[in-house]
């Protein structure tokens, strides 16, 4: 869902003529990166790092949670989200998704407990949560959020850029996203103590590099997850680009949206079309059979149409490591065996959330493309009328082009 080409080739080029390839060394393109993100999130800092899951973890870290505490997390997004809990020595709490796709407010209202330290709303397929609402209940509650904006890099909310509305916010810049350097990813806070906790995390060795994070008491062992100056010089090329990237997939979104509607079909719950990054358009089925009618006409007519219950590792019912308790190399470090945890009482099943079972089984997603032209979206249009005509279901009518 990206874009790469010269401007990148040229600065990793130039960056490699230099020699200065270490992360704290003199061509600064981490630094650069780092400092750019930030404003344009809002004044949070930013610590890259080699990955997504990473990034999160580290968040998790620099939020305090730990054993004994439990995080909310949807039940439909990348299996890292809720792996990353369980590195931090911390319970996932599996919460329902709405027809928007993303974690359910209502349900996170239902299941926050005594013991929950954060929520993770998941910006899942570049689709903003209802920020709103959830805030509203971690306020009430007293509890952290840490956004997984992974899937929507430069995507924003009402007006804000996401990642930035939470306690704290994590993105990947893997193969896969919006912006990319092949592997990375950032997590980000406004919160001085969030951010040089995460950041000892990140690089045991970060106030080495950065004397000003110095302060002894706040120390612990940490690993390495310090990103690379080649991922810093690509990702400032890619900054460049991401804003008429994502406002053309926008518009060729509120296009095919449309089109849809006017064809009688219903689409899913967007929390905001304007801002969001308009990377899949989605629509909602009465059942799951008329949902997999619909994406098997628009695949023949040469869309790129899937069901989210078919996404493997983004469905809770597959992360197989979550659902048989398997959280770490060895039994004592495993945190499903921590006393702390054991009191908690968390368990899991595969049907522990039939709402979102039903949601991603009656949804279809329509990936986009930044280079896809007027023709294309023509196509995209006549191919979404024509398969509306497949649907046997009281929200499609037949329609005339
Ligand atoms: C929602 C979500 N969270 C976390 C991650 C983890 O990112 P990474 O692959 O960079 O570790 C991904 C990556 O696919 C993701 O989609």
């Known amino acids: 869902m990206y874009r790469i080409g010269q401007p990148e080739s040229k600065r990793v080029e130039t960056l490699l003529e230099s020699g200065e390839i270490f992360r704290y060394g003199k061509a600064g393109e981490c630094d650069q990166f780092e400092a750019d993100w930030g404003k344009r999130l809002g004044d949070v800092q930013v610590r890259m790092t080699t990955s997504g899951t990473a990034a999160l973890y580290c968040a998790l870290i620099g939020l305090k949670v730990g054993p004994g ?9 990348y299996m890292a989200t809720a792996l990353a809990v369980v590195a931090a020595g911390a319970m996932p709490i599996i919460a329902e998704v709405d027809e928007s796709i993303t974690l359910s407010p209502e349900d996170v209202e239902r299941k926050i407990a005594p013991h929950t330290k954060a929520i993770i709303p998941v910006h899942m397929w570049g689709l903003p949560c ?10 009430k509650r007293g509890v952290k ?14 007006g ?10 994590a993105f990947s810049f893997n193969y896969f996203k919006n912006m990319t350097s092949g592997e990375g990813g950032a997590f980000v806070s406004a919160d001085e103590s969030v951010f040089r906790r995460g950041s000892v995390a990140a690089d045991c060795c970060s106030y080495y590099w950065n004397p000003d994070e110095h302060r002894p008491d706040e120390q612990f062992a940490g690993l390495n997850f310090r990103a690379t100056e080649i991922s810093g010089a690509i990702l400032n090329a890619q900054l460049e680009r991401i804003d008429e990237m994502l406002d053309r997939m926008r518009g060729h979104k509120r296009t095919l949206t449309k089109v849809g509607e006017d064809a009688g079909l219903t689409s899913i719950t967007n929390n905001c079309l304007d801002c969001e990054c308009g990377t899949h358009v ?10 997999r009618a619909f994406a098997k006409r628009i695949s023949e007519l040469k869309g790129r149409a899937f069901l989210p219950i078919d996404t493997g590792r983004h469905v809770y019912t597959r992360w197989d490591p979550i659902m ?14 921590l006393p702390q945890n054991k009191a908690l009482n968390i368990e899991y099943s595969m049907d522990m ?39 046997n279901s009281p929200h499609a009518q037949p329609t005339t082009k």
């Open 69 to 77: 505490d439990s995080v909310i997390v949807p039940s439909c997004t």
């Open 130 to 139: 209802n920020m709103d609402a959830l805030m509203d209940i971690a306020e």
């Open 145 to 158: 959020v840490l956004e997984d904006a992974c899937q929507a890099v430069g995507g924003g909310y009402k």
């Open 160 to 169: 804000r850029e996401l990642g930035s509305i939470g306690h704290a916010g």
């Open 282 to 291: 989605g629509f909602i089925f009465d059942s799951e059979k008329n949902a």
């Open 324 to 337: 048989r308790k398997q959280g770490a190399h060895h039994p004592a470090l495993d945190p499903f065996n």
């Open 353 to 391: 959330c039939p709402e979102s079972l039903d949601i991603l089984s009656r949804a279809v997603l329509i990936g986009m493309h930044p280079d896809n032209d007027r023709e294309k979206i023509d196509e995209l249009a006549d191919a979404i009328r024509e398969s509306a005509h497949v649907v």
